[in-house]
């Protein structure tokens, strides 16, 4: 086997260089690379806790694991280059192996660099060379049956999915740790590799939950994980990023139970999909499951809906009927926007909740129901109740186990899955081949704040396939045609003749800034109480979310946590 050159191409040494982005600050006890805190670990450390695992685990279950913590590697440090490389997708790919050499996991030896064309397709074949979890297996368990690499595997994953905007699998096709000379890995995109479904499995943090899969490996799925085809009518969960799995290992906890759960979160986050997910993997999977839009009932009418009617209750009451908790007998009765139910219903609600009995309007006797209340809103319900639109009573009794989904935007490592997801959806819907999107609109669609989450994007892919040509790619053209706000940009001429973009907005509202500044300088206010108080009213608008306040300041959470350790010190010497 032929290996590449080692020598550098010219255009490879026109690469920006990124080991002066590489911080040690001993004397503070940091790391940085980029903006994100790094660990130097000792290896074998690492390798006796990856042994432990799998003997706890099973090889299956901690494969995953490290497979999805390589991807999540893998998202971060491709956003980091990107900013460096100003979204050259070429250099990118270039960088991201050596990224990893200096992170000290393996050495990359190219048979084919990865190359990308958005006409073409995706394709790499490399060796790797001192693979630390080769080495690691052999070292701490024995040579093994399967390929080791499974963080670098995810690590590859994550970087070419997030980068390119649709599904790549790597695959190991050799490995040291099975007896082979070296490790082989193959890159390709998802839909061009036979049985892909064991690839993305890692992505499945439970049965449950559904990675990305083509059309043609839809019913395998559905047939292999059996539960997991009922997921797939309601309506899939996908997902890689931290957010996405913390609700899903909140679910796993609370589904054997009857507990009471609120889902909390904006408009369109997949609310009524996750509570959907929670009645299919609990106890009552094959009882009815019940949804109501709060919102969408007329005030006179709830009571009706909810608890039934007898005949001639009213004028218009032919006949009985029963309400939605008793229709919900035995599974689960979601009720959507809580929020918005009125004031007089919730009183009823509240004692249907403490006694388990419902009473049609018009009857006299109770019934017995069981049923299992989960609730949703994307109001802030403790502040409705201090102003006295919602009862006290009935929050705590619905906020047992409250779950917070998070928006699209603070979960935006999702956004490849998912835009696979519906691009195979309406493609079959429509009957139409789409064959992917074009690099500037993933990157606006990475860019978008998506105030309508996860339906916005869903419509948005489904508008942009109606639109688009036979056999084509979705471009800006086709999917921001719905009034979306992407900012406007202007251009600038650099000093080297370049254009440059340039935001108009700072341009308007300059002058507004300048008359702050101007401000705090009359008010001799010193430059460290600044920044304090720039962070502090950051934290305040962010409601605490340390994440989202870094990319408002348009820092990395690393820098942030560093300033905000700082002043705490700093507060905390001033009080001593």
């Given amino acids: 086997m032929k290996r590449a050159e080692q020598a550098k191409t010219p255009q490879q040494s026109e690469m920006p260089d990124i080991t002066p982005h590489i911080r040690f600050a001993p004397d503070t006890g940091h790391i940085h690379l980029f903006d994100q805190r790094m660990l130097l670990m000792h290896g074998f450390s690492l390798g006796e806790m990856r042994r432990e695992l799998i003997a706890r685990m099973g090889v299956d279950e901690a494969r995953k694991m490290f497979m999805r913590l390589g991807y999540q590697q893998g998202i971060e440090d491709q956003i980091r280059l990107r900013e460096l490389t100003q979204s050259d997708i070429q250099q990118c790919l270039a960088l991201g192996p ?7 996991f393996v050495r990359n030896l190219p048979l084919q ?20 979890e080769a080495e690691a297996q052999l070292e701490h368990i024995g040579p093994s049956g399967e390929a080791a690499c499974w963080m670098m595997v995810g690590y590859a994953n994550g970087f070419c999915t997030s980068l390119l905007g649709k599904p790549i699998v790597w695959r190991e096709v ?39 899969a083509p059309a043609s490996a839809s019913q395998t799925l559905g047939k292999k ?13 996908i997902g890689a990023s931290a957010g996405f799995n913390a609700v899903v290992q909140l ?19 997949g609310k009524e999909r996750f509570s959907r997910t929670l009645h299919a993997i609990g106890p009552r999977a094959e009882h009815p499951f019940v949804s109501v839009n709060c919102a ?27 309400g939605k908790f008793e229709r919900a007998n035995g599974g689960t009765l979601f009720l959507d926007e809580i929020g918005c139910l009125p004031y007089a219903a919730q009183g009823k609600l509240l004692r249907v909740l ?6 049609r309007v018009g009857d006299t006797r109770s019934r017995r129901i069981d049923v299992r209340v989960v609730a949703a809103t994307n109001q802030d319900l403790r502040r409705d109740v201090q102003e006295g639109r919602f009862r006290r009573d009935l929050y705590y009794r619905l906020n047992v186990f409250p779950v917070e989904i998070p928006p699209l935007r603070e979960r935006r ?21 789409i064959v992917g999107l074009s690099e500037k609109a993933f990157d606006a669609i990475w860019a978008y704040d998506w105030p309508g989450n996860v339906r916005e994007l869903e419509n948005m892919v489904e508008r942009a396939i109606i639109l688009a040509d036979e056999g084509g790619r979705l471009d800006m053209a086709q999917l921001f045609t719905g009034g979306e706000q992407l900012g406007s940009q202007g251009f600038s001429v650099s000093p080297v003749g370049g254009l440059v973009s340039v935001d108009q907005r700072s341009i308007e509202e300059a002058g507004a800034l300048d008359q702050v500044l101007d401000m705090l300088l009359d008010a001799e206010v010193g430059m460290d109480q600044i920044e304090q108080h720039v962070l502090a009213r950051a934290l305040v608008r962010s409601r605490g979310n340390v994440s989202a306040t870094a990319r408002s300041l348009k820092l990395g959470r690393g820098q942030l946590q560093y300033r905000l350790a700082k002043f705490q010190q700093q507060t905390k010497k001033s009080e001593e």
Avoid at 113 to 121: A, C, E, F, G
Avoid at 251 to 269: C, I, N, Q, R, Y
């Fill in 98 to 104: 050596r990224l990893r050499e200096i992170e000290g």
């Fill in 113 to 132: 660099q990865m190359q990308y064309s958005p006409d073409k397709s995706f394709y790499a074949d490399y060796v790797w060379s001192a693979s630390w």
């Fill in 174 to 212: 050799e490995c040291v740790a099975m007896g082979h000379a070296h490790c082989r890995v193959i890159g390709k995109p998802l839909e061009e590799w036979d049985n892909p479904e064991e690839d993305v499995h890692f992505l499945r943090i439970e049965d449950f939950v559904d990675g990305p």
């Fill in 225 to 237: 994980y059996g539960r997991a085809s009922q997921a797939v009518e309601l309506g899939e969960l």
């Fill in 251 to 269: 679910l796993k906890k609370v589904a054997p139970t009857d507990a009471t759960v609120l889902f909390l979160g904006e408009s369109g986050v």
């Fill in 296 to 322: 969408a009932i007329p005030a006179e009418l709830v009571e009706a809906e909810l608890f039934g009617v007898e005949k001639g209750a009213y004028t218009h009451a032919t006949a009985s009927r029963p």
């Fill in 354 to 359: 403490q006694e388990q009995e419902i009473e």
């Fill in 413 to 433: 490592d999702d956004i490849p899955l998912l835009l696979n997801l519906f691009l195979d959806r309406y493609s079959r819907k429509f009957a139409k081949k």
